[in-house]
């Protein structure tokens, strides 16, 4: 098997308008596609999709399974913004030696990674 590279990253929901208010109002993603009657909502994330979908019991939320890390602009921005919100920290933010990271739960519990890469010529090795 040659894997070419990723196709989606897959968030299960449960209430798909409460994941929509989550991921498109407070984290500001924009719907590239929808699909099944809106069971399945794609984001496009530059050359990656992100997608959400309330498809029943076969598949269903867990902070145990995937997570999506998700790249932001201004990391301090975007904390302060969550932090905002009230949304649950999971992880705080906190920095290693190559990226700032926090992690957050969404409405149904999954974790998501906010993170921020640092510049090359700032970076130590990550273990």
């Known amino acids: 098997m040659r894997i070419k590279g990723l196709a989606f990253v897959g968030i299960p929901v449960t209430d798909m308008p409460r994941a929509r208010a989550f991921y498109e109002g407070v984290l500001g993603l924009k719907v590239s596609e929808e699909m099944m009657s809106g069971k399945w909502v794609e984001y496009s994330l530059g050359t990656n999709t992100l997608a959400i979908a309330s498809v029943g019991p076969q598949w ?68």
């Open 60 to 127: 269903l939320p867990s902070d145990q399974g995937t997570g999506a890390a998700l790249e932001v602009e201004n990391f301090d921005e975007a904390v302060k913004s969550l932090k905002n919100r009230n949304i649950p920290f999971v992880v705080e933010a906190y920095e290693s030696p190559c990226c700032w990271m926090a992690i957050i739960k969404d409405p149904d519990g999954n974790n998501i990674v906010i993170h921020k890469s640092k510049p090359e010529n700032e970076k130590e090795p990550c273990l």
